[in-house]
């Protein structure tokens, strides 16, 4: 099963800049605009595959920087990633903050504590825990993946998170690593799953690890959790076709969602969706690759068949 994965730098430097603005209160028209600009995102993506540039149907991953990031990088002082804990994969976890996130394009320093904090060991099945810090997703059972480090930590500073203030909302909770992450920042985390047996194991793991500012429901997250919007992030970490109405309507004024849109069997781009006074701007970011969204969209997308 393919797991969360990025393409090179150059799309990620080339893809921010594609934004557009589309009105509230016509939800269709948004999911129909979402479609129409997806398509010219993944066919200029695919000009750029064509081109050269490295796709992210395997399991590729962003290497150097590139000319501009070397150059940001001359102007500003680095964060600091000592190691945090003293659990026996404290060292590799900061390595894992210095090589594959903070020497990349992600510079939010809450971002990266929040990285270098988390023990994404403890999320993984017992026979992943050796690679638990490495570069890539890794399989959590069902069919699903925990996502690579590097994708978690791009999503998380996407939703522009005010430290002790933002309550979130994520769909897929999968293993719980992102919801904990997210916890590391948030005031309240609410986080649902369509797989009762990860919702529970991930509700548990979450629990014992003392996030009690998280809570997991079971239920398909097409529908968002109502009882707690509005949210001033949404994050969706399995692929989507299309953005689920009820998620727009769940988020507040000022806030942003972020999901991985586009085909849910082949690759999806990452698109960031920032609600402001009525109206929506959506913006295209870099290729990846999740694991579909389930559940009601799916229903949806066979009877259009
Ligand atoms: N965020 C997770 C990784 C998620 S993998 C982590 O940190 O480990 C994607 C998850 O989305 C899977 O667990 C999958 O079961 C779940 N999922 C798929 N469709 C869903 C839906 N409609 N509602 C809620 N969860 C869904």
């Not at 994969?89 to 904090?117: C, F, G, H, W």
């Not at 992102?178 to 948030?186: D, G, K, R, T």
Request: aromatic content about 6%; hydrophobic content about 35%.
């Amino acid at each position: 099963m393919a797991g969360s994965v990025a393409a090179g730098p150059r799309q990620i430097f080339l893809a921010r800049s594609r934004s557009i603005i589309v009105p509230l209160g016509a939800s269709r028209r948004v999911v129909l605009s979402a479609i129409a600009v997806a398509v010219l995102a993944i066919l200029g993506s695919a000009f750029l595959l064509m081109s050269g540039d490295k796709g992210g149907q395997d399991d590729s991953v962003p290497g150097d920087a590139n000319e501009s990031e070397r150059e940001r990088d001359k102007q500003e002082p680095a964060t600091e990633v000592e190691p945090t804990g003293n659990d026996e994969y404290a060292e590799d976890r900061s390595r894992m903050v210095k090589t594959q996130i903070r020497s990349r394009d992600v510079r939010d320093p809450d971002v990266l504590t929040a990285m270098n904090t988390v023990p994404r060991h403890l999320f993984v099945p017992d026979h992943q825990v050796p690679y638990a810090y490495e570069d890539r997703p890794l399989p959590i059972g069902y069919g699903q993946t925990i996502s690579q480090p590097y994708i978690v930590a791009v999503m998380t500073e996407e939703l522009n998170l005010q430290p002790g203030k933002s309550r979130a909302l994520e769909v897929g909770t999968g293993s719980g690593y992102q919801a904990a992450v997210l916890a590391q920042i948030c005031s309240e985390v609410f986080s649902v799953e369509i797989i009762p047996e990860l919702a529970q194991s991930a509700a548990k793991t979450l629990e014992t690890l003392g996030y009690s500012n998280v809570q997991v429901r079971n239920s398909d997250g097409y529908y968002g959790w109502e009882e707690n919007a509005p949210y001033d992030a949404i994050i969706v970490t399995c692929a989507a076709s299309h953005i689920p109405p009820s998620l727009i309507e769940q988020l507040a004024d000022g806030g942003r969602l972020v999901l991985p849109l586009g085909s849910p069997y082949s690759w999806q781009t990452l698109t960031i969706i920032e609600k402001q006074d009525g109206e929506t701007k959506l913006t295209y970011s870099f290729p990846v690759v999740f694991v579909p969204m389930t559940g009601e969209i799916e229903e949806q997308e066979s009877v259009q068949e």
